[in-house]
C-alpha cells in the first residue's frame, strides 16, 4: 500500500479541456513526489510478453497504402529547400480500444536508405516527443516566434539518421484513445506494449526500413521508457520480429535508479550552492549504501521558482511569458551569447504550442484533432501514470547481456536529472573502466564534455547543456550523436 501510494504519481486530472502542463512542472512534481516520502523497496521492471498477441494485431490492422497517405505535402511555414521526406500519421494500437499513437518522421537529409533509424522518446512521463524534441531539441525545424513560421535546425540529427518521433502513451500529444478510461491507466507496461506494437506496425507501413540498424533514445523520464522498450524488444525477439534490428540505446538526463538519482540531486543543489549548508544536512546522503531521509525538505519550486531560477538549467535565462517567473527578462536568440548557449530560446515551448494548435498546421500532419477532448499541450493534461519500477540497473544487464550499444550522456548544467546521480547510478554497476575520464572534443577548439568507456556502456557529459541538451548545446549534441551511431568513441 505504501509502495503504491509512493508510486501513484498523478500528474493531472482532466478538469478543463485546455489545462496543459510544461514539461517542467511536470518533471518538478515527479521530483518533489520522490522526495517528500521513505525511500520504497528497490522494484525491477518486467517486460511484458506480446509476440502472439502481436502476430494477431499484425494481421488485424493493415498497412496498405498508409505511407503515402502520411507523407507530408510541406509542414505550414517551412523554409524554403527542404529535400528530405517527412511524414507524420497514426498508427493504432488497439482497434477495439479505439487507441492510436501518432508519430512525425523525418527522414535523413542524405542517402536515407543507407542511414540508421532512430527512434526519439521524451519523458514526464506524459510529454511530446514531436512537440518538445522535434520543435525544441533534434528535429529538423524550429519554430519561429511569430508561432507561424519555421526555421532550419542546422544541428538537425537527420544528418546523421532517419529520425522517428512518437508521442507516448495516448493521452500525450496528438496521440489518444477513444476509451478515455486508457487515460487513467497509464503505466511502464502499458506504454512498452503500445510502443512495441507501435514499431511493429509501423514497420509494416514503411517495410523499406525492415532490418535497419535501429537505436532508440530519449530524455528524462524515458530514462525508463528507452530500457523497457529495449527490454520489450529484446524478450519478444523472434523469427517473425527479428526486422526489428535494435543496435543500441542512448540515454540523455535520464532517471535510472531511484536512489542513486536522488543523492545525486541533493548533492548537485550542494555543490552548485543552490541550496544552504542546513538544507543539505537534512536531505544528504549517507555514503555506504547511498540513503536519505528527508525531513523539513523544501519543495522543488521553493529551491527554484521563488529564486527564478531554472532548475534545467541552471544557467539559463528564462522566458518572461512564464507566469510564474517574476523577474524573467525575455532574450532574443541574439541576446544570448553571454549565457554561452546556442541559439537557445527559453520561450520557444510557447511557439510550439501555438503552431501545433493551429487547423492549417494539424492538418498537414495528417493530426485531426476535432474529434479529441483537448487541445495539443507540451505535456499531457489528461494522462495518470503509475510509475512501475525503482530501478533499469536489471535492464541494463539484460541490455549488456545481449550486446546493445548504450551511451548515457548528461547534460551537466541540469539540476533536475543531474549528473552526479548518474554518475552514483554508473558507479553502482561497477563496471570495469576500458578507457578512463577523457575531455571529447567537438571541434578542434571546444571541449564538449568528458567521456568514460565502461566495458558494456560509455557515459559522456555535454559541457553547459541542460536536462534538453539538443536544445542548450545542439552542435555538442550533434557530434556525440554522430559518434555513437558510427559505433566510435567521442573523438579526444
Ligand atoms: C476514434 O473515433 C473516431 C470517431 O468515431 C474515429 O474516426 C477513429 O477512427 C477512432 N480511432 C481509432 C484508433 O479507432
Ligand atoms: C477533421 O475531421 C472532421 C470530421 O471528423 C472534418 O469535418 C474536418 O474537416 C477535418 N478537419 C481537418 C483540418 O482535416
Ligand atoms: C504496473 O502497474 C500496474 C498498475 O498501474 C499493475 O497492474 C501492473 O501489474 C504493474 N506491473 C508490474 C510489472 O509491476
Known amino acids: ?24 512542472e511536470v518533471l518538478s512534481k515527479f521530483v518533489e513526489r520522490r522526495r517528500s516520502g521513505v525511500r520504497s523497496e528497490a522494484k525491477e521492471w518486467v517486460a511484458p510478453s506480446i509476440s502472439s ?15 503515402e497517405n502520411d507523407k507530408i505535402t510541406s509542414l505550414s511555414g ?14 493504432t494500437v488497439d482497434a477495439e480500444a479505439g487507441r492510436a499513437l501518432f508519430y512525425y518522421f523525418a527522414e535523413a537529409t542524405e542517402d536515407p536508405s543507407t542511414k540508421p533509424l532512430l527512434l526519439w522518446l521524451n519523458g514526464g512521463p506524459g510529454c511530446s516527443s514531436f512537440g518538445v524534441g522535434a520543435m525544441t531539441e533534434l528535429g529538423p525545424f524550429r519554430v519561429q516566434p511569430d508561432g507561424k513560421t519555421l526555421s532550419k535546425n542546422p544541428y538537425a540529427w537527420n544528418q546523421v ?10 493521452g500525450v500529444g496528438f496521440s489518444y484513445s477513444n476509451t478515455t478510461s486508457d487515460y487513467q491507466n497509464g503505466n511502464d507496461d502499458n506504454t512498452a506494449r503500445d510502443a512495441y506494437t507501435f514499431l511493429l506496425n509501423w514497420f509494416e507501413r514503411f ?3 525492415k532490418n535497419r540498424d535501429f537505436y532508440i533514445t530519449g530524455e528524462s523520464y524515458a530514462g525508463f521508457y528507452v530500457p523497457e522498450l529495449a527490454d520489450t524488444i529484446l524478450k519478444n525477439k523472434n523469427s517473425q520480429t527479428s526486422f526489428l534490428n535494435l543496435k543500441g540505446v542512448m540515454i540523455g538526463n535520464g532517471i535510472m535508479n531511484e536512489e542513486t538519482d536522488d543523492c545525486g540531486s541533493i548533492d548537485y543543489e550542494w555543490t552548485h ?45 528564462l522566458c518572461s511569458s512564464d507566469s510564474n517567473l517574476k523577474w524573467a527578462s525575455s532574450l532574443s536568440i541574439d541576446d544570448t551569447p553571454t549565457s554561452g548557449l546556442d541559439g537557445f530560446d527559453p520561450c520557444s515551448s510557447d511557439y510550439v504550442l501555438t503552431y501545433l494548435n493551429t487547423l492549417e498546421v494539424q492538418s498537414a500532419l495528417h493530426a485531426n484533432v476535432t474529434n479529441l477532448p483537448y487541445e495539443w499541450t507540451e505535456c499531457s493534461g489528461v494522462l495518470s501514470y503509475n510509475i512501475n519500477a525503482t530501478t533499469m540497473f536489471p ?63 560509455t557515459f559522456a557529459t555535454v559541457r553547459g547543456a541542460g536536462h534538453e541538451v539538443p536544445s542548450y548545446q545542439p552542435s555538442r549534441a550533434l557530434t556525440m550523436t554522430k559518434s555513437f551511431l558510427a559505433g566510435k568513441p567521442l573523438p579526444s
Open 1 to 24: 500500500m505504501k509502495n503504491l501510494i509512493l508510486l501513484a504519481i498523478v500528474f493531472a486530472v482532466l478538469v478543463h479541456p485546455s489545462h496543459q502542463l510544461s514539461r517542467h
Open 78 to 91: 517551412q523554409p524554403a529547400g527542404v529535400t528530405f521526406a517527412q511524414y507524420a500519421g497514426y498508427v
Open 207 to 209: 517495410p523499406q526500413y
Open 273 to 317: 550552492a543552490l541550496i544552504s549548508d542546513e538544507e543539505y544536512e537534512n536531505l544528504r546522503c549517507s555514503s555506504s549504501p547511498l540513503s536519505y531521509t528527508a525531513h523539513n525538505t523544501l519543495s522543488f519550486g521553493e529551491i527554484y521558482f521563488d529564486g527564478q531560477i531554472d532548475p534545467y538549467n541552471i544557467y539559463a535565462p
Open 395 to 457: 535492464i541494463y544487464q539484460r541490455m549488456m547481456a545481449a550486446g546493445l550499444r548504450i551511451l548515457v550522456y548528461s547534460g551537466d548544467v541540469d539540476a533536475v536529472v543531474p549528473v552526479t546521480g548518474t554518475r552514483y547510478s554508473i558507479n553502482a554497476l561497477k563496471l570495469p573502466i576500458v578507457k578512463a575520464w577523457y575531455p571529447w572534443m567537438n571541434t578542434e577548439l571546444d571541449v564538449g564534455g568528458y567521456s568514460v568507456i565502461y566495458k558494456g556502456l
Open 161 to 170: 539518421a532517419n529520425t522517428l518521433f512518437l508521442e507516448s502513451p495516448a
Open 53 to 67: 498477441e502481436y502476430s494477431w494485431k499484425l494481421n488485424q490492422y493493415s498497412q496498405d497504402g498508409l505511407q
